[in-house]
C-alpha cells in the first residue's frame, strides 16, 4: 500500500497498565515494555507499523517518560515527542497533537492509535478507507470484527453504508455502548451489526477540532492556546499555566459519542487480527504456556522457565529465575519480579489492578 501523504499519526502514550502489575509501572509502563518477546517494544511495534503508511507520527506521552519514549524512537525528532505534564485523558493529548499538527502543517489529516495494542493483517487496507471517509468531512472509527461476544471490550453499532467511492465498507456509525454483560454482547453478535471498539480515530484536523470546540469549548481553546504556544519560547510558560486547567476527558466521552448521535462519525470494518494487552489473560493468549519473560528494561527474547504441571492446564509463567511447579490450578498465573510476586488466575486477571491501590494503600508507593 501506497504511503497516505496526507495523514499523520498521533500515539497517545500514557497509562500505568495495573491490571500487568509487578511487569508494568508508574515508571516503566507496558507501552515501553517488550511483553511479547519480539524485541520491540508495544510502543515500538505500534510506530513500525504506522511508519511507512504515514506522513508523519506524533507520539504524546507523559514527562516522566518522555526520555524513555525518545530513547525507544530514535527516529522521531524531538519536537516529535510532546510530554504531558500530567496525566488529562486522551481527549486533551489528541487535541493538543491536532492542534500543534495545524499549525506546523495545516489541515492535515490526523489519525490516533493506542501505544500498547496487538495488529497484524490488513490493517492498512482498513486505514485507506478510513482516510477516505475522513476526507469527505466524517470523524472516522475503525470497528474490529468480533472474535467472540468478549465482554473486556466496547461496542461500535454500524448503521446504514454511506456510499463513498473509495471507502466501499465505509458505514455510519449508531452509537457507541461501553463493556456489555455476556447476554448482551452475545446479542450484539447475532446482529452482525456490531464491532469491538479499538479506540482508532480518523479525522481532518479541523474537523475535529471544531467539534471540540462545539462539545468542550473551555477544552478546546485551552489545547489551541498551548499548540500556538509549542514551537516558541513561551511553551513552558503557556503550559504550566493553561494545562492542568484542561478538562480530564477520554476522546469516546467528549467527541465520538455525541457526535455519531448527532451523525457525524462513520466506522470502517477492521477485519484484521487486534488484541489490546489490558491483563495477564489477553497476554497470556498471545505467549506459549510456560514462557518465561525477563523483567528488565531491555529487549531481550523470552527464555523459558523449568514449569513443572500437575493437573494444572495452561500456567502462565514470567520472569522466573527458578522452576515453577503447579498442582490443580487451571489457568495459573505467576509472574515474578526483583521485588514482588504476583500470583492470581486467568479469570481473576482484572482485579490484579486493585493489588496496586491495596499496595498503594500500605504506603509502598516504591512499588507501583
Same mark, same amino acid.
Given at each position: 500500500?501506497?504511503? !497516505? ?9 500514557? %497509562? ?5 502489575? @509487578? ?10 515494555? =517488550?511483553?511479547? #518477546?519480539?524485541?520491540?517494544? +508495544? ?50 493529548? !489528541?487535541?493538543?497533537?491536532? $492542534? ?5 502543517? #495545516? ?12 495488529? /497484524? ?21 475503525? #470497528?474490529?470484527? @468480533? ?7 466496547? *461496542? ?6 454511506? %456510499?463513498? /467511492?473509495? $471507502?466501499?465498507?465505509?458505514?455510519? &456509525? ?10 448482551? &454482547?452475545?446479542? *450484539?453478535? &447475532?446482529?452482525?451489526? *456490531?464491532?469491538?471498539?479499538?479506540? !482508532? ?17 473551555? +477544552? ?5 492556546? !498551548?499548540?500556538?504556544a509549542w514551537d516558541t519560547p513561551e511553551r513552558a510558560a503557556v503550559l504550566a499555566r493553561v494545562w492542568p486547567t484542561l478538562e480530564r476527558i477520554a476522546?469516546?466521552?467528549?467527541? &465520538? ?18 488484541? =489490546? ?7 497470556? $493468549?498471545? +505467549?506459549?504456556?510456560?514462557?518465561a519473560f525477563p523483567t528488565g528494561d531491555d529487549a531481550s527474547p523470552p527464555s523459558r522457565a523449568e514449569v513443572v504441571a500437575v493437573d494444572a492446564a495452561?500456567?502462565?509463567?514470567? %520472569? ?13 498465573v505467576v509472574v515474578q519480579t526483583p521485588d514482588a510476586l504476583l500470583v492470581t488466575t486467568r479469570d481473576r486477571a482484572q482485579q490484579v489492578k486493585d ?14
Amino acid at each position: 500500500m501506497n504511503r !497516505i501523504t496526507d495523514l499523520f499519526a498521533i500515539v497517545p502514550a500514557g %497509562g500505568a497498565g495495573t491490571r500487568l502489575w @509487578p511487569l508494568s509501572r508508574a515508571d516503566r509502563p507496558k507501552f515501553l515494555l =517488550d511483553l511479547l #518477546g519480539t524485541g520491540r517494544s +508495544l510502543l515500538q511495534a505500534t510506530v513500525d507499523r504506522l511508519d511507512p503508511l504515514v506522513a508523519g507520527t506524533i507520539v504524546v506521552t507523559g514527562q516522566v517518560h518522555a526520555e524513555a519514549v525518545r530513547a525507544q524512537l530514535p527516529h522521531l525528532g524531538a519536537d516529535d515527542v510532546l510530554a504531558e505534564p500530567s496525566p488529562r485523558d486522551s481527549m486533551a493529548a !489528541i487535541g493538543l497533537a491536532a $492542534a500543534v499538527l495545524v499549525e506546523r502543517h #495545516g489541515d492535515v489529516l490526523v489519525g490516533s492509535f493506542a501505544a500498547d495494542h496487538v495488529v /497484524a493483517g490488513d490493517f492498512a487496507g482498513a486505514l485507506e478507507q478510513a482516510a477516505v471517509a475522513a476526507r469527505e468531512g466524517h470523524v472516522v472509527t475503525i #470497528g474490529i470484527t @468480533p472474535r467472540g461476544p468478549s465482554t473486556a471490550f466496547g *461496542y461500535i453499532h454500524a448503521g446504514r453504508t454511506l %456510499g463513498l /467511492a473509495g $471507502a466501499p465498507d465505509a458505514r455510519a &456509525a449508531r452509537g457507541f455502548t461501553e463493556k456489555p454483560d455476556q447476554v448482551t &454482547a452475545a446479542r *450484539y453478535l &447475532a446482529t452482525g451489526d *456490531y464491532r469491538w471498539n479499538a479506540g !482508532i480515530f480518523v479525522a481532518r484536523a479541523s474537523v475535529l477540532l471544531d467539534h471540540l470546540a462545539q462539545q468542550r469549548p473551555a +477544552l478546546h481553546d485551552g489545547v489551541r492556546e !498551548i499548540a500556538r504556544a509549542w514551537d516558541t519560547p513561551e511553551r513552558a510558560a503557556v503550559l504550566a499555566r493553561v494545562w492542568p486547567t484542561l478538562e480530564r476527558i477520554a476522546i469516546d466521552h467528549a467527541i &465520538a459519542e455525541p457526535v455519531a448521535a448527532a451523525g457525524g462519525v462513520a466506522v470502517v470494518p477492521g477485519d484484521f487480527a487486534w488484541d =489490546d494487552l489490558g491483563d495477564f489473560a489477553a497476554l497470556a $493468549a498471545h +505467549l506459549a504456556d510456560d514462557a518465561a519473560f525477563p523483567t528488565g528494561d531491555d529487549a531481550s527474547p523470552p527464555s523459558r522457565a523449568e514449569v513443572v504441571a500437575v493437573d494444572a492446564a495452561h500456567p502462565l509463567v514470567l %520472569g522466573a529465575d527458578r522452576l515453577v511447579a503447579v498442582v490443580g490450578v487451571d489457568g495459573v498465573v505467576v509472574v515474578q519480579t526483583p521485588d514482588a510476586l504476583l500470583v492470581t488466575t486467568r479469570d481473576r486477571a482484572q482485579q490484579v489492578k486493585d493489588v496496586v491501590d491495596a499496595v498503594r494503600a500500605r504506603g509502598r508507593d516504591d512499588l507501583v
